[in-house]
């Protein structure tokens, strides 16, 4: 359990340290094309990876195996995609990220009723704690609704429906397959809508200055998911959800660091998340088994 919970974690830090690099460097380009490219670079990535140094024969599943991961890119790879960023686009950054925020709470909410994960008292506790730090000064009362809105929450709902489908498929398929077949099934759904906006060459016209950001993000993208699938396989799904709500803190963090510039932001909600992040970690730690009941 002490691994999977650093696997955890490490899969939290990678995230935030993610959402700072694309803040930072692909304000410019298209969401969607940004995306499919980034995507089909993982895919790629994951690929040669597995093939260096699992081999050919890693690829040996069988069909019903298969089955699972074009369920799994579809669910999670692409569909949510395309429904989060073009909410996105009608419902600005701010709501849509304090809707996509709510993550945990929904995959918490379906892992107790199809996983029969049952978080004890210390763990309620503690995401309590994350959800008071995730929504401690987000304007969520101010939120309006809309069909960008609906679109955004759609897609953090499918999401989370991804969490239950990556938990019961990884009792047969590696960590690196699944992350692999995530991206892979994923670009179909990408291309596809990309074709019906009539943007499917916006990928073409990526400027070279994109080119190392994307790089950059399809790399941290991939040790990413293994991290989180890898922290999923054993975990569960509402442990694994509750840590990653620290990510925005640590891109805060990350920001600071980088810049060389003072922290900013609502330290009431870090310290929330920090004392929710601390608690869950605990409360797993001293768990006797993969699943409380």
Do not use: C
């Not at 069909?63 to 073009?86: A, N, R």
């Not at 993550?103 to 107790?112: K, N």
């Not at 990309?194 to 200055?209: C, N």
């Amino acid at each position: 359990m002490k691994h999977t919970v650093l696997l955890a974690l490490l899969a939290a830090v990678i995230s935030g340290i993610s959402i700072y690099v694309n803040s930072l460097f692909v304000s410019g380009a298209d969401p969607l094309a940004f995306v499919l490219v980034r995507n089909a670079l993982v895919a790629a990535l994951l690929f040669a990876g597995i093939l260096v140094f699992r081999g050919l024969p890693y690829f040996r599943l069988p069909l019903s195996d298969w089955k699972k991961l074009i369920v799994v890119g579809i669910v999670g790879g692409g569909i949510p995609f395309v429904l989060f960023f073009t909410g996105l686009r009608e419902t600005g950054g701010v709501a849509g990220n304090i809707i996509n925020k709510s993550l945990f709470l929904w995959v918490t909410m379906l892992a107790y009723i199809s996983l029969k994960e049952k978080p004890k008292p210390a763990a309620l506790a503690a995401l309590a704690f994350l959800a008071a730090g995730t929504f401690a000064g987000s304007g969520i009362m101010d939120l309006k609704p809309g069909r960008g809105l609906f679109m955004v929450l759609a897609a953090t709902m499918i999401w989370s429906v991804e969490y239950i489908l990556a938990k019961r498929t990884l009792k047969t398929v590696p960590v690196t397959l699944l992350a692999f077949g995530r991206m892979l099934f994923g670009l179909p759904v990408l291309v596809v809508w990309s074709a019906f906006r009539g943007t499917l060459t916006a990928p073409v016209g990526i400027m070279p200055q994109f080119l190392l950001p994307v790089a950059l993000s399809g790399f941290l993208l991939a040790l990413f998911m293994v991290s989180w699938y890898g922290a999923l396989r054993r975990s569960p799904a509402y442990l694994v959800s509750g840590l990653l709500t620290v990510s925005p803190a640590v891109s805060v963090f990350a920001a600071a660091g980088f810049s060389g510039k003072p922290v900013t932001g609502n330290f009431w909600s870090i310290g929330l998340l920090a004392a929710g992040a601390i608690l869950i970690t605990v409360s797993a730690l001293r768990r006797p088994s993969v699943h409380e009941s």
